[in-house]
């Protein structure tokens, strides 16, 4: 009986050791496809259709670690330079809290890419596209070239970073004759603060899209924070001067570039992390609750009227997803995640940037603006 007894444990150990291992192993797995994933390194010329990681020699993340670029050559004559987001820092202190505020280094960026706008689905359309994509790990919406010095050194290079990877990479993609700059959150206001500076390294394209995603905050200190923080390049700062980044920035690349370049703006009609962080510059604490969503609708509301008013011909899209019961606050960004889902007028976020390339700019979801 005993022996029996003693067999029966073995097995449940066995049992028990194999789940484990199986569990253990699909949660490697599941990381090394997700957070941990990491492209080969390009050396020579690259493989159509491959994801790369790019090594720049003088780049950097904030706390010092390194920081590469992500390279995709696709089989059109056509290129997406695509900004990621990650938070950001507005004052000193923001810049000494690191990840409570901001991505300081590369962990968890690389899989991002094959994801939403990146993605190899059948139906999107810039599957076939070369992706420059430019990870954020400096809090600095990419903007900056600085380093900060005070109970720690942060490096803001956002700009120097971009910049470097873009010239090392400008020679695997020749000369292409369509161009979209895009970004989310973080990467939305590098995108509306860089576009300029990109349309001019690629100066074949003519056909030139630029789509802001997710990316609104209102803050009186912008321009001295793009000065004395992040030491972004003059042409950048002194375009900052009201208390709306996206808008300033936006509203000269089309006074600058007319109707050559045509302008998208998308977001959640009230989202939910850029709220908290709207909450945190408003009062100094990070929080979410209906009221903030409220708050951030309005200055939403005044934001889409402020882009009709300075840039006629913008695309806007407003969109409501994973709307929470309570509070009613919705998804933050769309381009990385839910890119293909036809949020609004059967219309997705993808075909909208699409027919926009195509010479139809479209406005969709303007009556969410109202509820």
Known sequence: MEKKKHGKAKKILLVFACVIVIFGVGTFVLLKNTFLK????LTGEPEIGKWYEVAVEGTQSSDGSEWHGIFKKGTENKVVVYFFGGGVSITPETSEGGNKFYATNMTGQDFVAQGGIGSNAENNPFKDWSFLV????????HSGTGVYDGNKTVYHTGY????????????????????LVTGFSAGGFGTSLL??????????????????????LLYDGWHETAVDLWHSPKEISDRLTTDNLVLDS????????????????????????LQQYQAYIRTGTMTKDKENG???????????????????????????HAEDAETHNTQHTIISSNVFDKLEDG?????????????????????????
């Open 347 to 371: 219309v997705s976020v993808a075909d909208w940037i699409y027919a926009a390339v195509n010479g139809e700019v479209q406005n969709h979801g303007l009556a969410l603006l109202e509820k």
């Open 250 to 273: 936006l509203t000269a690349l089309h006074e600058k570039r007319g109707d050559s370049v045509k302008i998208l703006f998308d977001c959640s009609y009230r989202d939910d992390t």
């Open 38 to 41: 990491s492209f080969p390194k």
């Open 195 to 216: 576009a300029d500076d990109v349309i001019d390294r690629f100066p074949s394209a003519k056909n030139i899209t630029v789509c802001v995603d997710s990316s609104l």
């Open 294 to 320: 409220d708050l951030f609708q309005k200055d939403l509301v005044e934001m889409v009227n402020g882009l009709q008013k300075n840039i006629p011909g913008i695309g806007i899209y407003i969109w409501n």
């Open 160 to 179: 120097s970073n971009y910049a470097a990877f873009v010239e090392q990479i400008k020679p695997y993609v020749g000369e292409p004759d369509t161009l």
């Open 134 to 141: 430019i990870p954020y790990a400096t809090g600095d919406f």
